[in-house]
């Protein structure tokens, strides 16, 4: 229990924050805000909540980044330059093809308002993206051109918990004698991205990125950084639109066979449950662990698009000590996708396998119709043997495997039809299907079915799903997205699905539910917010050791949320959130969890300085009812904190531009616990009840 002392100070901080929040939140005539950020803020959110790995989102960014220096020219452009608008739908998509081929050249944007699917609020979100202008300019790959015209961005960043944590308060004496007693490198984290584009016809990428606790220079990092990512991309040469070495991602149909990386498309709640697939695009996102580096070509003639890779390169992995007495070959338990290589253990994984893949995809697509397929090999130099439990039976096991799919999308007046049908050698196979239906232009619905075999054994499938994995679950997944009336949206979703084998914590068969309701209203000139309830239940084993067999109980859990965006002036921003939450488990009494925000931003008229200051207070039974958060942070970086416990957070980030080459970026976080003396675990511990963390990021544009 928390001393009465401290609990009646966090209610002093509670009510005026509270007052504040009703007032900041009055409607008032004001400027409304640019949606496309808060696509990217449900897609980092969303994957937060549901992975416990470190994150590199810049993936989900980077494509709409490139789209603000080389917008989309509307008069020369397809579906597939198209759907990188996260945002728009396949309706959408094909509707402006067909307009422009029917019509001719467009003269405004705005002309877009006769396209049936768009409205005032969809053109204002492709506004920063697209452009329109006559037939684009064919930039030849000449020396001079490329130096002269070509464009350069170099980014540095340091950051760094300014705390002591245990790992780093441990003498050099004892390091030596007991490695794993703490850290071997230095708190700070650094990063670095450099990259060159020429227009639409060349880019060239390189980061790299070194962990707090990993060393620099020195040790096992006797070339700097840990890791590093990089590409050469070449577009638009003819027949072959496009060819990448080094890092890229490939992502085809509904991702049941293969989507590597991150993806922002099929989230529930949009109305789009869907992807458009991207095919082979490059990346400089530093995640360890899902990657693909090597070649890709893009080919393109006609209807007809052909996409082939091979990927190269060594992977992090737990491996199992083999008996070379016995005759065994080396074997590896699982994938490692931290990223961390602080300690000798972690060292003695990195990079401990090789990876090889190759594949491609066939693609034929006209204006209602395409078609799909998809297949690639994998192989790894040692064999992956889970460890031995109920529930990974089924789970692969070798060194090769092999997967092959077959996509499909019809458009047949309003309405899509898509699925997708992928095998792995084993024989298990996997069913995705779905219509979308827009019977009006403020009404679409979906509806999608998924079957995948509890023997279906893809290590890169990342399609629609509540499990870890695209295997041994069946689902039915229904959305709508509806226009009330100007400014009032309401969208929703209902995802009920079941678990036909064991899995992990769920000793039987299970099922779960997951519904959501969300208002969302956008003023004319000024105030944005919205209104979401959230409901989640699922069949867990109960957490007792005395039955010599595992029972099943329901957790559940209700999430309340409410968001309003205050456009104060074109220079002043307040945002604020409530957020609720209510767990149970069985017949156990429940727990809650609530956090409230306030955001204050300025940008300078110039825009050459900007800052954004965050409070928040959160007040959490247990780590069971963490809220994940989304806040402010430097370019390419960003922070989804998990808050669970009774405390308080504020930030603070400033952005300051002296030059037009030169931009500057200073954030400092902290955070104060009223529940603990010890924040974090392990060697990440720290005596004390704050935890800060600070950040500086310089670029340079050239």
């Not at 230095?186 to 670095?192: A, N, Q, T, V």
Request: charge should be positive; hydrophobic fraction near 35%; aromatic fraction near 14%.
């Amino acid at each position: 229990m928390m001393p009465k002392t401290c609990r009646r100070k966090r209610h002093n901080l509670l009510f005026p924050a509270f007052v504040l929040c009703i007032i900041l939140i009055t409607p008032s005539e004001v400027i409304s805000q640019n949606e496309n950020a808060d696509l990217i803020e449900r897609t980092t959110e969303k994957v937060s909540e549901i992975s416990s790995q470190p994150i590199d989102f810049s993936d989900v960014s980077d494509v709409l980044d490139r789209l603000r220096d080389h917008p989309i020219n509307l008069n020369n452009t397809n579906p597939e330059e198209l759907s990188q608008l996260l945002f728009l739908d396949d309706r959408q998509i094909t509707n402006l093809i067909i307009y422009i081929r029917t019509y001719g050249t467009l003269y405004s944007v705005f002309e877009l308002k006769v396209v049936d699917g768009f409205d005032t609020s969809t053109i204002r979100k492709m506004l920063p993206y697209v452009a329109i202008g006559p037939e684009i300019e064919k930039h030849p790959l000449r020396l001079k051109d490329l130096l002269k015209s070509g464009r350069s961005q170099l980014l540095l960043r340091v950051e760094r918990v300014i705390e002591k944590q245990a790992g780093y308060c441990v003498e050099d004496s004892l390091l030596e004698k007991n490695p794993d007693a703490g850290y071997a490198g230095s708190p700070e984290k650094l990063f670095f991205r450099y990259t060159y584009t020429f227009f639409n016809r060349l880019s060239i990428g390189i980061s790299g990125e070194k962990d707090a606790g990993e060393q620099f220079f020195r040790g096992f990092q006797k070339y700097g950084m840990d890791f590093y990512s990089g590409y050469i991309s070449l577009q638009n040469t003819g027949i072959l639109r496009k060819v990448i070495l080094g890092n890229f991602n490939a992502e085809f149909g509904q991702g049941l066979t293969l989507s590597s990386g991150i993806s922002a498309g099929a989230i529930p709640g949009t109305g789009n449950i869907r992807r458009y697939s991207r095919g082979i695009v490059p990346s400089q996102s530093t995640n360890e662990g899902n990657y693909l580096r090597g070649v890709a070509i893009d080919l393109r003639k006609w209807n007809f698009r052909l996409s082939l890779f091979y990927s190269n390169h060594r992977r992090d992995a737990n491996m199992i000590a083999a008996d070379t007495l016995a005759g065994e070959s080396r074997s590896f338990s699982s994938f490692t996708e931290t990223g961390y290589h602080r300690m000798p253990g972690e060292i003695e994984n990195k990079n401990a396998i090789h990876e090889v893949i190759e594949g491609g995809n066939l693609n034929f697509r006209n204006s209602f119709l395409s078609l799909g397929l998809t297949g690639f090999h994998s192989h790894w130099s040692a064999k992956l043997e889970p460890r031995k439990a109920s529930y990974t039976i089924f789970n692969f096991r070798g060194c090769e495997n092999l997967n092959y799919g077959i996509d499909f999308q019809v458009s047949v007046r309003n309405a899509f039809l898509f699925g997708e049908v992928s095998g792995s050698r084993n024989g298990g196979m996997a069913f995705l299907t779905g219509i979308q239906v827009n019977p009006d232009p403020r009404l679409i619905f979906s509806l999608s079915f998924r079957n995948y075999q509890r023997n279906y054994q893809d290590l890169l499938s990342n399609a629609l799903g509540q499990n870890s994995l695209n295997a041994n679950e069946q689902g039915c997944l229904f959305t709508f997205n509806a226009g009330i009336s100007p400014g009032i949206v309401i969208t929703g979703y209902a995802d009920l699905y079941r678990f036909p084998w064991v899995k992990y914590r769920t000793d039987a068969p299970s099922r779960g539910s997951e519904y959501q309701l969300q208002c969302d209203y956008l003023s004319v000139k000024s105030l944005k917010m919205y209104l979401r309830f959230r409901i989640r239940s699922k069949e867990v084993n109960v957490p007792e050791t005395t039955r010599p067999v595992n029972i099943l109980e329901e957790e559940k859990s209700m999430t309340l949320r409410y968001q309003a965006d205050w456009q104060v002036s074109e220079l002043f921003l307040l945002k604020s959130r409530f957020e609720w939450l209510r767990n149970r488990s069985g017949a156990n009494d429940p727990s809650y969890g609530y956090l409230f925000s306030e955001n204050f931003s300025y940008k300078h008229p110039g825009k050459r300085f900007s800052l954004a200051f965050l409070y928040a207070l959160f007040d959490t039974d247990s780590y069971n009812e963490r809220i994940y958060a989304y806040e402010s942070d430097v370019l390419y970086s960003y922070s989804v904190p998990a808050y669970y416990g009774k405390g308080l957070r504020f930030l603070l980030l400033i952005q300051w531009s002296p030059f037009r080459w030169m931009d500057l970026w200073g954030r400092y976080a902290r955070t104060w616990y009223a529940d603990r003396n010890i924040v974090g675990t392990g060697l990440d511990a720290i005596n004390g009840d704050t935890k800060s963390e600070a950040e500086i990021q310089v670029r340079f544009r050239f």
